[in-house]
């Protein structure tokens, strides 16, 4: 039986890889898959949207009027900084930049919250003009086409519920490595974490472009 | 025509007992299909029985204590010959039925003119059936031999699916939206008729029977039928007492398009579209009517949506189907074009 | 012979690590994993073997005498939901693939092991909710969930049903991840991608489909939930909502999830058939081929699920003339394995009876499938039994049958032991006589009329539905003899020894049971996966 190296003995390594390299790879590459399968997760409910907004088109269009297109523009200037941000504390902890590193993290979190509370306000403002059809909160639509201005809602809440779960859950994992990074055990490790969780950060960013685009643009 | 069995309901077709492999046939379309899928079995047996036996004979050949000649192994060369070969050879019989039947498929939807259309309602566990005339039945369709019958199928609940073994037809039956449906029947006698698609507990009891008679058979079940009212009498009934007469009749009706007459002519919508107000709009106008909301009204109109059952939707819109252009006419303010033109 | 005394027996191996409670509950190996799996979806299999038996009993008799109505539709819901999510989804890929996987790249583990141990408790979670479903009062909906019956009048526990299969299918994409990372960096020198066992192939094109399908079901099980729970309605047709929707969404994931649930088994049989002919595999490349392109042609067939339901007729003619293609790999891979046959040197052993049941069974699985594929004949046939008996002639005869035969391939690899060799081909042979039994006759049935999921049936179908729950009985032996045996040889069993069938592969290489870290040294391939000479003795 033919054979080669030994077995790795315990170290920097995961003990199922040869090396780092092999590991970094394996790594990166489980991500994009993961993104893969968020991205379609999110194909689905835009696909029915898509579906939607070309059916009752003219009743979409004036529905999303009825959506802060100021508050939504200043979110995704919010959320493109924090992608910045975020980009930037990847080059700092590749130059075992501690302090910069940190902050750069923070400002992302920071930058992420906002983001949250203006959505959440955005909610409660759908909420006080009653355009929230959810558990069975009175609709009164102001215009035409109540019904599908309904489903227009129905998917707005859907998508930006889904898409705010995902920042949550990013917010947490950044939070995670803020920590890490503060007490800084083994920077090569933590530099391969924070491109791990920017690569995700940046996918939820182009996320909530798509969304935008789909919800807040596309108006009549 | 009577189907009196003691176990069963009366709504049932009887039934033969013992085992048989094809169901009966009740049109020309059903012989059509039996042929294409008796190929098919044919071909599929034959395909099967060439798998079994070439696993039987392979198998006793090349046992591990025989002694066949196993040299001169193929080549993966002379494999990928074979594959293609193969594949050259399913490809032809593949593309053979599926010309088959697809043409035979084109064939079932693209029917000719039908002589008369009959509504059928799915509900939950029965069908409800409306006939040109106004007669009602339930769970039993009364059709004459040798005419095209066109259905006209929804549902009021969930998804139910239309299945007439004998004719091999089966159509999904959904809310909100008519489907069509065509068939001849071209032999007299009690089909079966079934709810194919799962809906709810009692789908398995969402059963009845398709009556076809002969022509003079029908005129007089017809007449015995007689005292029903014709569905546009109900439906004139109805559009008084949902209150549809208050805005679209009344004299003072400036506020909502009139109904006369607009059966099958284009309309002109809000935002410069047109549509023919044919039976889907119709129907849309009465449970969705924001949806198409006629050029210089405003939107207005209350949905009827869930107040009222998909059987008196029909029935008002067999009502303004029968409302004559000339009752405008005598009445042109109500015009639906030109609303918005009065004072 | 007690295998302490036998030199065969590896004096330590995974199995020998440690066998607390944690040691289990808390292990990152792989192999330990696949046991977890192993021993969850057999439970799962006799919960749903059990309501198929009920169903079965029910409908001896035409009347709905045994169970009411309900009963009736929450059995054959609870069959389905079970059957496709719990059982035949993992069956292969997170048993045997998550066992043999790793050691057939020469690997120590996956790429992510914590990831794997995550996934099985992501299923158990998933499983916990269904179970809450049938204690909370069963579920109504099939295992198709249709809208608007499902968001809008069910009053059974449809959101903790579809909340669990919502959470499962997190576990498969997961699974399916692990796969596609360990495939593409983790294969040992030598292993080029084209000297890869089929079986490995099979699992990379499965994974493939988990990991771009599921999500789709997961958002479109999530939007039903999301609607039951909070109100907010996306197929509901009084706000110009569209339950065809549904079905497109759902039949996206669930046509593919069809080719999660064969490609792993047609991988199995690969690695059987060629095993027991002493042969390599008929056209290697054009197997390969054949799998990746059944992966992707499959996400362009799932409109054939709808062609009564009201999509174009002109869409409904593509989507036939795609699974017409469809069917093509299929064809090529069953001709591929019987010419495998063709001067082999053939041993008739359980697994291989195993293998050639499934090359049959499926081969009349996939023609019924053609002839389901002719549109026309399909609007007679469609939601029939004619449609139940094809695809359980794929799923039971084509994936049960072959994750049957690969437990008893790869046993002694897992165990270190040998089962009866007499028992263990009575079983084989009542699964196939009992599958064709028990399925046949529903193609008769079918084609006369007979709607599936009915309760009760007008009294000519009788003789036919007798037959058919005859043929379960016997199924029913076919299944629970393996139990017995093989658990008999787990504490009877002689040792096998590191490679009995004389199997090429690496997972052959090393002892059985394995070592914690699969190999003691990381092996160098030099040769093709099928390297068998059948001139040789």
């Not at chain 3, 595999?281 to 990746?292: K, P, T």
């Amino acid at each position: 039986m033919p054979t080669t190296q030994p077995l790795n003995e315990a170290g920097q390594v995961a003990e199922q890889f040869n090396d780092i390299d092999q590991q970094v790879q394996s790594n990166l590459f489980g991500m994009w898959l993961f993104l893969s399968t968020e991205l379609l997760l999110f194909g689905g409910v835009f696909a029915g949207f898509i579906v939607f907004r070309v059916i009752h088109g003219e009743a979409f269009a004036a529905a999303a009027g009825h959506l802060d297109l100021m508050l939504g523009s200043l979110n995704t200037a919010l959320l493109l900084t924090s992608g910045l941000t975020m980009a930037l504390a990847e080059q700092l902890v590749n130059n075992t930049r501690r302090r910069a590193t940190l902050v750069m993290l923070l400002a992302t979190i920071a930058l992420g919250a906002i983001f949250i509370g203006i959505k959440g306000y955005e909610w409660y403002h759908e909420y006080e003009h009653h355009l929230m059809p959810v558990l069975g909160l009175p609709f009164e639509y102001p215009g035409e086409h109540p019904q599908q201005a309904e489903l227009f809602f129905n998917f707005y809440f859907t998508l930006t519920g889904l898409h705010g779960f995902h920042m949550l859950v990013g917010l947490g994992l950044l939070s995670v490595i803020a920590i890490l990074t503060w007490r800084w055990r083994d920077p090569p490790r933590i530099a391969r974490q924070v491109q791990i969780s920017g690569l995700y950060w940046a996918f939820v960013d182009v996320l909530w472009i798509v969304v935008f685009s789909l919800l807040y643009l596309l108006r009549s | 025509m009577s189907s009196e069995t003691s176990a069963l309901p009366d709504y049932l077709p009887e039934v033969s007992k013992g085992l048989t492999l094809m169901p009966e046939q009740a049109s020309a379309m059903a012989g059509r299909i039996d042929t294409l899928y008796i190929a098919l079995v044919v071909i599929c047996g034959l395909l099967t029985v060439v798998v079994f036996a070439l696993i039987a004979v392979l198998g006793y050949r090349y046992r591990a204590n025989s002694r066949a000649n196993r040299e001169s192994q193929s080549s993966e060369h002379t494999h990928r010959r074979v594959e293609l070969g193969v594949l050259a050879i399913m490809l032809v019989i593949f593309m053979g039925l599926f010309g088959w039947a697809s043409s035979l498929y084109l064939d079932m939807f693209r029917g000719p003119s039908a002589a008369m259309t009959i509504n059928v309602i799915g509900k939950q566990w029965m069908w409800k059936v409306q006939h040109p005339d106004g007669t009602r039945e339930i769970n039993t369709i009364h059709v004459p031999v040798d005419e095209t019958i066109n259905l006209r199928v929804t549902s009021q609940d969930v998804i139910h699916s239309f299945y007439l073994p004998a004719f091999r037809l089966k159509r999904d039956v959904l809310p909100g939206s008519y489907r069509e449906v065509w068939f001849t029947a071209d032999n007299p006698g009690v089909y079966r008729l079934f709810c194919a698609e799962y809906c709810g507990s009692y789908h398995a009891q969402m059963r009845g029977k398709i009556v076809v008679m002969e022509q003079a058979d029908y005129q007089q079940w017809l007449t015995r039928q007689g005292e029903s009212e014709a569905p546009a009498v109900s439906g004139a009934q109805l559009f008084q007492s949902y209150g549809c007469s208050g805005c679209h009749m009344g004299k003072t009706g400036i506020q909502a398009p009139s109904l006369a007459g607009v059966f099958g002519r284009a309309v002109p919508l809000a935002g410069g579209a047109t549509m023919i107000a044919d039976e889907a709009y119709l129907h849309d106008s009465i449970v969705q009517p924001q949806k198409h909301v006629v050029a210089g009204f405003d939107p207005i109109m209350p949905s009827y949506s869930g107040q009222i059952s998909e059987g008196e939707i029909l029935q008002i819109i067999a009502y303004i189907k029968s409302l004559e252009p000339l009752d405008w006419k005598t009445n042109p303010s109500q015009n639906p074009t030109q609303g918005e033109a009065q004072p | 012979m007690s295998v302490a005394t036998d030199p065969r027996w590896p004096r330590e191996h995974y199995l020998s690590e440690g066998f607390r409670l944690r040691d289990w509950l808390l292990t990152t190996d792989h192999k330990r994993i696949a046991w977890l799996y192993l021993a969850s979806i057999t439970a799962f299999f006799f919960l749903g073997g059990t309501a198929a038996l009920l169903i079965r009993l029910e409908l001896i008799t035409p009347p709905g005498d045994l169970v009411s109505a309900d009963t009736y539709n929450q059995l054959f819901s609870l069959h389905g939901i079970v059957m496709v999510w719990f059982f035949l989804i993992p069956s292969i890929p997170a048993t045997l693939g998550n066992f043999l996987i790793p050691m057939m790249v020469g690997a120590r583990d996956l790429a992510f092991p914590r990831l794997n141990l995550l996934s099985w408790y992501i299923y158990t979670l998933g499983g916990l909710f269904t179970l809450a479903a049938v204690i909370g009062g069963g579920v109504d909906t099939g295992w198709t969930f249709y809208t608007p019956y499902s968001t809008m009048f069910s009053n059974s526990a449809v959101i903790a049903a579809a909340a669990g299969v919502f959470i499962v299918g997190f576990s498969s994409i997961l699974t399916g991840l692990n796969f596609i990372v360990t495939t593409h960096k983790m294969r040992a020198p030598g292993l080029s991608w084209f000297r890869l066992p089929l079986f490995v192939w099979a699992n990379y094109a499965t994974s493939l489909i988990m990991v771009l399908a599921t999500p789709v079901l997961s958002s479109v099980l999530m939007l039903i939930v999301v609607e039951r729970l909070l109100g907010i309605g996306i197929f509901d047709p009084a706000l110009g909502g569209d339950p065809l929707l549904f079905q497109h969404l759902f039949w996206f994931y669930s046509h593919p999830a069809v080719y999660i649930m064969i490609l792993p088994g047609m991988g199995v049989v690969s690695e059987i058939i060629a095993c027991f002919s002493r042969k390599p595999v008929f056209g290697y490349h054009g197997m390969v081929i054949s799998i990746m392109s059944i992966a992707v042609f499959g996400f362009i067939v799932w409109g054939h699920h709808m062609f009564v339901a009201g999509q174009s007729i002109y869409a409904g003619i593509m989507f036939s003339f795609f699974t017409f293609l469809v069917a093509l790999p299929s064809a090529i891979k069953t001709f591929n394995w019987t010419a495998t046959l063709y001067k082999g040197r053939i041993t008739f052993t359980a697994p291989m009876i195993y293998a050639l049941s499934f090359v049959g069974l499926f081969t009349i699985g996939g023609l019924t499938g053609i002839i389901l594929a002719s549109i026309a004949i399909d609007v007679h046939v469609h939601d029939t039994y004619f449609v139940t008996a094809h695809f359980h002639y794929i799923m039971v005869g084509g994936m049960v049958t072959g994750y049957l035969g690969g437990l008893h391939f790869w046993w002694p690899k897992m165990t270190g032991r040998m089962y009866s060799e007499l028992w263990s081909k009575v079983a084989a042979l009542a699964l196939f006589i009992g599958f064709n039994l028990t399925f046949f006759p529903q193609f008769i049935l079918g084609y006369l009329g007979m709607p599936r999921r009915y309760h009760e049936y007008p009294v000519d179908f009788q003789v036919l539905n007798v037959m058919s729950s005859l043929g379960a009985g016997v199924l029913a032996i076919g299944y629970l003899l393996p139990l017995f045996y093989l658990f008999w040889s787990l504490r009877f069993g002689p040792a096998a020894g590191g490679n009995p069938w004389r199997a090429k592969g690496l997972e052959w290489w090393t002892d059985s049971p394995p070592t914690k870290h699969n190999f003691h040294r990381i092996p160098r391939v030099t040769e093709s996966a099928y390297a068998y000479d059948p001139t040789a003795e």
